[in-house]
T-cell receptor, first 113, second 115 residues
Framework: AQSVTQPDIHITVSEGASLELRCNYS??????LFWYVQSPGQGLQLLLK??????LVQGIKGFEAEFKRSQSSFNLRKPSVHWSDAAEYFC???????????FGKGTMLLVSP | DADVTQTPRNRITKTGKRIMLECSQT?????MYWYRQDPGLGLRLIYY???????NKGEISDGYSVSRQAQAKFSLSLESAIPNQTALYFC??????????????FGEGSRLTVL
């Protein structure tokens, strides 16, 4: 079975500082990996996805993520955080032969002035 | 208009009442899903459907039922609501593909409170 771990429940970052949100997955073969963002009172919006190919993936809003097979990780990064990035972020994993995505428990990002 | 629409957006009800949450989509996707979100627990899959004649249980289906009335409509029912079903519920859709689970497109959520 596939699983996802987001080790950090909350993270606080100063506006303008860099950001890295951690995601570790468990799956034997090559996974399909996703990062979603949920702003307060909103649904989930896809930031980026990895299916195959280049392990560094660019997404919307200046986010990127890097797939590292050796570490079973898919960490989300942004070089300079804006106050509007405050939200909850979810990592999800899917895979060939599995019908559904499995989500992590989320990381809440707080941005301080 | 939103591609995935959920109604109602907010609902307060009492223990023992029957509740239906509805989802409709204009994306033309075959696959539809119902998830539940609780603080600290992330999103957990309740039911999913890959076409009108296909219904599958997710990891937390007890106490819930679903109906796929048409390709574009997928409703979630709580036959006798209880307080621990208080949560934010999301409908999602995805395209069918040969790779397995793909990108999900979410509605804006239905917040249910059971008193």
């Amino acid at each position: 079975a596939q699983s996802v771990t987001q080790p950090d429940i909350h993270i606080t970052v100063s506006e303008g500082a860099s950001l890295e949100l951690r995601c570790n997955y468990s799956y034997g073969a090559t996974p399909y990996l996703f990062w979603y963002v949920q702003s307060p009172g909103q649904g989930l919006q896809l930031l980026l996805k990895y299916f195959s190919g280049d392990t560094l993936v660019q997404g919307i809003k200046g986010f990127e993520a890097e797939f590292k097979r050796s570490q079973s990780s898919f960490n989300l990064r942004k070089p300079s955080v804006h106050w509007s990035d405050a939200a909850e972020y979810f990592c999800a994993v899917g895979a060939s032969g599995y019908s559904t995505l499995t989500f992590g428990k989320g990381t809440m990002l707080l941005v301080s002035p | 208009d939103a591609d995935v629409t959920q109604t109602p957006r907010n609902r307060i009800t009492k223990t023992g009442k029957r509740i239906m949450l509805e989802c409709s989509q204009t994306k033309g996707h075959d696959r539809m899903y119902w998830y539940r979100q609780d603080p600290g627990l992330g999103l957990r899959l309740i039911y999913y459907s890959f076409d009108v004649k296909d219904i599958n249980k997710g990891e937390i289906s007890d106490g819930y039922s679903v109906s796929r009335q048409a390709q574009a409509k997928f409703s979630l029912s709580l036959e006798s609501a209880i307080p621990n079903q208080t949560a934010l519920y999301f409908c999602a859709t995805s395209e069918a593909n040969g790779l397995g689970a793909g990108e999900l497109f979410f509605g804006e959520g239905s917040r249910l409170t059971v008193l």
